[in-house]
């Protein structure tokens, strides 16, 4: 069985305009040991999937479907047991989460207050803790007596990342870990995270609306749009052999890095409203290579065997 298990999750917030359907019958799991990628444009439900994973943000949310970890059902947890799993088994690195720690307090006091909250360590059992997180992540444990606005973003982020894995949880959430940093930074971050990921024999699922740059670490990748996955396949099957239009969309817009700078094309259009409900597929106002059938009838569900929720599939017959 999976480590992560998430199936048919759907999640709807109702607000005054009205209610906005955000992810539509996600099928998404995560094996022990695996680096998973879920890329998606902005508003896709990236976050939102993380967040109901977690169980927060669930103020004005209503979900079907079911999530399980560790062979636990934990979509209907009481909030206690929850907290108790967020932090010692699932860690996150939240989005901005370069700003989540709090600027005026000691480094120290941060990650105690995490050890504390799940564990009766020592004193000198926690100082050695923190430092060894701090090492591994390539902060001098020195620098634990600091508080973050004494670094700079790129070192809050190692910090936040040293965070989640202090307590060894079997599961890593970082959601856009790289977003707000230039580029050599942002290589040496994924690659921070892939190290400590394999150095802590833990499982990470890794958000980001940029391909590119986080596929290098994955070892399989889903592809969200307008809340639904609509390809899922291994890094390279997703990387050399796109299927679903949008997917080749997301590759051929991606920015080369090590390049002159080029004009880089963007996917033209904009995704579709979350407070409507689609009943053929949300892509197809976007699609090149759209025909009758999307009009009409909607594509496969990316569950199950199905790998790619396109009927381009069915006409390459
Ligand atoms: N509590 C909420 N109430 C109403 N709408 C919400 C709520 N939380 C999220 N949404 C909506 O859900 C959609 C998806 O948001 P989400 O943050 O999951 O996207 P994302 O893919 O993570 O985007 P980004 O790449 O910009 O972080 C957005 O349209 C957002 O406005
Ligand atoms: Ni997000």
């Known amino acids: 069985m999976p480590l992560l298990d998430v199936k048919e999750l759907s999640v709807n917030f109702s607000t005054k305009e009205g209610v906005h359907h955000v992810l539509k019958n996600v ?10 990628g879920l890329i998606g444009e902005s508003g896709s439900g990236k976050s939102t999937l993380a967040m109901t994973v977690l169980d927060i943000n669930s103020r ?26 967020r932090g010692k088994h699932i860690g996150s690195v939240p989005q901005s989460s370069m700003n989540a720690l709090d600027p005026l307090v000691k480094i120290r006091s941060q990650f105690f207050e995490t050890i504390k909250a799940h564990t009766d360590m020592s004193r000198q ?5 923190t430092a060894r997180s701090l090492e591994m992540v390539g902060i001098d444990p020195l620098r634990m007596n600091s508080c973050p606005y004494e670094f700079s973003g790129g070192q809050r982020q190692r910090i936040m990342i040293a965070l989640s894995m202090l307590l060894s949880p079997e599961l890593i ?5 790289t977003t707000a940093l230039d580029a050599t930074v942002q290589l040496k971050i994924t690659t921070l995270l892939k190290d400590v990921v394999q150095q802590k024999n833990t499982s990470m699922l890794v958000i980001s609306h940029d391909l590119h740059t986080i596929s290098r670490i994955c070892d399989r990748i889903y592809i969200m749009y307008a809340g639904r996955i609509v390809e899922t396949g291994t890094r390279d099957e997703i990387l050399n052999d796109p299927v679903h239009p949008y997917t080749q969309k997301l590759l051929a817009s991606r920015l080369p890095l090590m390049c002159e700078p080029v004009r ?35 594509p496969p569900e990316c569950t199950g065997n199905v790998k790619v929720a396109c009927h381009m599939e069915c006409h390459l017959e």
Request: proline fraction near 4%.
């Open 60 to 85: 004005n949310r209503e979900m079907s479907g079911n999530i399980s970890f560790m062979e636990e059902r934990i979509d209907n947890l009481k909030k206690e047991r929850m907290r108790n799993i």
């Open 173 to 177: 959430i970082a959601d856009e870990p």
């Open 264 to 298: 880089v094309k963007g996917i033209s259009g904009t995704p579709p409203s979350t407070l409507k409900k689609y009943e053929v597929c949300e892509f197809m106002e976007r699609c090149d290579k759209v025909s009758d059938i999307c009009r009409t009838v909607r």
């Open 27 to 36: 099928d998404l799991n995560i094996n022990k040991g695996e680096i998973v």
């Open 125 to 129: 059992e926690m100082l050695s803790l």
